[in-house]
């Protein structure tokens, strides 16, 4: 496993998290998606961003209030979430592309189908 995943925890509602996703050096060179599973449903996609961070996606849930980026010297993607909510609540997993230097399209990088890395989840709790 190339990638651990970190800042989960517990936050009040309209609170603030960064979760990060630290990797091995080669993975800069890939897509990087976050996704949260709740309990009782299934995975599902947060966020992603590609190889050179030129372009970002995000679920519609969270579109306006989360934001990936990445930073290729500490070999980390973070993901900023603001104006949580208690529907957020779930582990939220880190994933690497299944190829290098893809740019498709957003449907690609919303399918979980398409990474192949993943880290170990970090649990985000938000109170109502």
């Known amino acids: 496993v190339q990638l651990q995943a970190s800042g989960g925890g517990l936050v009040q509602a309209g609170g603030s998290l960064r979760l990060s996703c630290a990797h091995g050096?080669?993975?800069?060179?890939?897509?990087v998606g976050w996704f949260r599973q709740a309990p009782g449903k299934e995975r599902e996609f947060v966020s992603a961003?590609?190889?050179?961070?030129?372009?970002?996606y995000y679920a519609d849930s969270v579109k306006g209030r989360f934001t990936i980026s990445r930073d290729s010297t500490k070999n980390t993607v973070y993901l900023q979430m603001n104006r949580l909510k208690p529907e957020d609540t779930a582990v939220y997993y880190c994933?690497?592309?299944?190829?290098?230097?893809?740019?498709?399209?957003?449907?690609?990088?919303?399918?979980?189908?398409?990474?192949?890395?993943w880290g170990q989840g970090t649990l985000v709790t938000v109170s109502s």
């Open positions: 050096r080669t993975l800069n060179n890939y897509a």
């Open positions: 961003i590609v190889w050179n961070a030129r372009n970002t």
């Open positions: 994933a690497a592309d299944r190829s290098p230097y893809t740019s498709g399209s957003s449907v690609y990088y919303f399918a979980i189908s398409n990474y192949n890395n």
